[in-house]
C-alpha cells in the first residue's frame, strides 16, 4: 500500500501463500481426478482451468473472512472455523456465480464437494503445522530502538502481545540523554555507549533495523555511527514510520508538522476522488441494493411491528452528520433506538446500549441498520470506503481535544472504513482519537486497490457480527 510495508509481504507470507495456493490446486486437482475415475472423464483443460477457478475463488473468501490479516488473533479452533466457513461461501460463490456464468467449465457438483473437503484438511493441517514452527522465525527482523523514555515505551504499549511482533524481534532499547523515564523493564534496557559503541553493536548481533526513538534529538544523535551502519545496508527509521509500517496506523501523539510536508502518501489524484470514485460508488450501491432490498424490505417491517405502531414514529433515521470538507449531510439508516433516545441531548452509542431496541440490536450487530446510507452514497454525499462520518456536536469538541482530528475531513466519508476493520467497537473521546489513527493511515495511503481490500474485509465484520 503504497510506501507503507504494512501488508507487505516477507519471505515467511510468500512461502506461506504459496504453499496453501499449492494445496488448494492439490485439492482440486484429487477432485477432479476422483471424478474422473467415478463418473465421466474430465479434459486437461477443463481441469487446469478449475484448478484455476477454484484456487481463486477461496483464496478470494479467505481475504474476506481475515485468514490473510497477519495480526489475526485465533487459536487452532478459530482458524479451522474460518478454513470452513471460506470453503462454504467459496462453494455458493462457485456453484450459484461462476459456474452459472460459465456453464462450459463445471465439471459437478460432486467434484466440487470433494475438493472443498480435501482443501479443509490440507489447509487447516498447513495452518497448524505453520502456527506451531512458527514460520514468520525465517525472515524476522531483528530491531534495535535507539531510545528508552516516553516515545520509545510506545513500542512496548502498542506491540506488546507476540502476534503484534510476528515480524520483527526487537533485541532492547538503548538509553539516550535526555530520555524521559518511562515504562519500559530495566531488563529491556541495553548499557552500551551510544556514541562510541553502536555501531559494533549493530555488526556483532545483526541487527537488521535501527528505530529512531529518543525524546531529545538535537545534538544526541550519534550521526557518525547511525551512517556507517546505513552503509552497511542497516535499515534506519523513525518511530513514528515504524508504528506506521507495524501496526496500521498513524500514531497522532507522535507527529510533528515538518513530517506531515515531507511524508510520501498524502497528496490524492482528484480524478480518482471524484468522477472515477463516485463512478465506482453507484455501480457497487445500485448492485447491493439489488441484492439486499428483500432484507431492507423485513427489516422495515420488524421496526414498524416493534415500535412503530405504538408511537406512530417512522422506521428510518435522519441524523446530520459531517462530511467532507466540513459540510454536513444528513444520513439515512433504519432506526435502532426508542423514539426518546435523545430527549436529554446528544450522547454517544455504547456496545450495551439501553436505548436500543431489540429489533436493533440485531440489525446494529450485523450492520444492516446502515443499508439505507446506499442512497447517502448515490447522492454523492458518502462513498463505500472512508472514515466514518460523525456527528457535529462531537466534532466540535474531538476536534479541540484531539490533533489533526479534523484531517478526516479530507476525503468523503464510508459506509465502511480501514478503522472498522482494524480497532473494535468505540464510544468515547479516547476510541475516537485510536480511530483517527487508522483514519489518517487510510487518507494517507488510499488507492482503489486498498478500497478493494476493505470492501473484501468488511464481510468479515458483517459475517462475524462486529457491527457498529
Known amino acids: 500500500m503504497n510506501a507503507s510495508r504494512y501488508g507487505r509481504k ?27 475415475s467415478s463418473y465421466s472423464p474430465v479434459s486437461l483443460d477443463i481441469q487446469l482451468v478449475n484448478i484455476v477457478i477454484f484456487s481463486a475463488a477461496v483464496m478470494l473468501c479467505a481475504l474476506s473472512v481475515g485468514l490473510y490479516d497477519h495480526k489475526l488473533r485465533e487459536g487452532h479452533k478459530g482458524i479451522v472455523k474460518r478454513v470452513v466457513i471460506t470453503l462454504l461461501f467459496s462453494a455458493i460463490l462457485l456453484e450459484f456465480i461462476i459456474f452459472q456464468l460459465f456453464p462450459a467449465f463445471r465439471i459437478g457438483s460432486l467434484y466440487l464437494l470433494w ?21 514468520n522465525r525465517i525472515s524476522r527482523r531483528r530491531v534495535l530502538v535507539l531510545g528508552a523514555g516516553e516515545r520509545a515505551s510506545i513500542i512496548e504499549r502498542r506491540m506488546r502481545r507476540n502476534v503484534d511482533r510476528r515480524d520483527f524481534e526487537i533485541v532492547g532499547y538503548v538509553r539516550v540523554e535526555g530520555d524521559k523515564s518511562a515504562a519500559i523493564q530495566p531488563q529491556r534496557q541495553l548499557t552500551i555507549d551510544y556514541s562510541n559503541d553502536l555501531f559494533k553493536f549493530v555488526m556483532e548481533n545483526k541487527i537488521d533495523q535501527l528505530v529512531i526513538a529518543c525524546d531529545e534529538r ?14 552497511r545496508g542497516i535499515d534506519i527509521i523513525e518511530i513514528l514510520d515504524f508504528i506506521e509500517n507495524e501496526t496500521g496506523q498513524i500514531a497522532v501523539n507522535l507527529i510533528y508538522p515538518s513530517w506531515i510536508i515531507h511524508s510520501n502518501g498524502l497528496s490524492s489524484n482528484p480524478r480518482f476522488r471524484t468522477s472515477l470514485g463516485y463512478l465506482l460508488n453507484v455501480v457497487l450501491a445500485v448492485s447491493l441494493l439489488l441484492v439486499t432490498w428483500p432484507i431492507m424490505l423485513i427489516t422495515a417491517l420488524l421496526i414498524y411491528l416493534e415500535d412503530g405502531r405504538k408511537h406512530s414514529v417512522s422506521i428510518f433515521y435522519r441524523q446530520i452528520r459531517v462530511g467532507i470538507d466540513g459540510n454536513p449531510f444528513y444520513i439515512l439508516k433504519f432506526r435502532s433506538m426508542r423514539p426518546d433516545a435523545e430527549k436529554n441531548g446528544a450522547q454517544w452509542a455504547s456496545a450495551n446500549d439501553s436505548r436500543v431496541t431489540r429489533v436493533g440490536q440485531f440489525i446494529r450487530k450485523y450492520r444492516i441498520d446502515e443499508l439505507p446510507q446506499l442512497f447517502n452514497v448515490l447522492k454523492g454525499e458518502m462513498g463505500f470506503v472512508g472514515p466514518r462520518p460523525e456527528r457535529p456536536e462531537f466534532v466540535v469538541q474531538l476536534a479541540k481535544d484531539i490533533p489533526y482530528y479534523n484531517n478526516r475531513h479530507n476525503v468523503k466519508p464510508g459506509l465502511t472504513g480501514w478503522a472498522q476493520l482494524k480497532y473494535p467497537y468505540g464510544s468515547t473521546a479516547e476510541d475516537a482519537q485510536e480511530k483517527l489513527k487508522f483514519d489518517l493511515y487510510y487518507i494517507k495511503h488510499r488507492s482503489l486497490m486498498l478500497d478493494l481490500v476493505i470492501l473484501i474485509r468488511t464481510v468479515e465484520i458483517v459475517l462475524f457480527g462486529r457491527g457498529r
Open 218 to 231: 538535537r545534538n544526541m544523535l550519534p550521526v557518525e555511527a547511525l551512517f556507517k551502519c546505513k552503509t
Open 10 to 36: 516477507s519471505i515467511a507470507d510468500k512461502l506461506f501463500l504459496s504453499g496453501e495456493l499449492a494445496l488448494l490446486c492439490l485439492s482440486s486437482w484429487l477432485a477432479s481426478s476422483l471424478y474422473h
Open 115 to 135: 475438493a472443498s473437503l480435501i482443501a479443509a484438511v490440507l489447509i487447516s493441517a498447513f495452518r497448524a503445522f505453520c502456527q506451531y514452527h512458527d514460520i
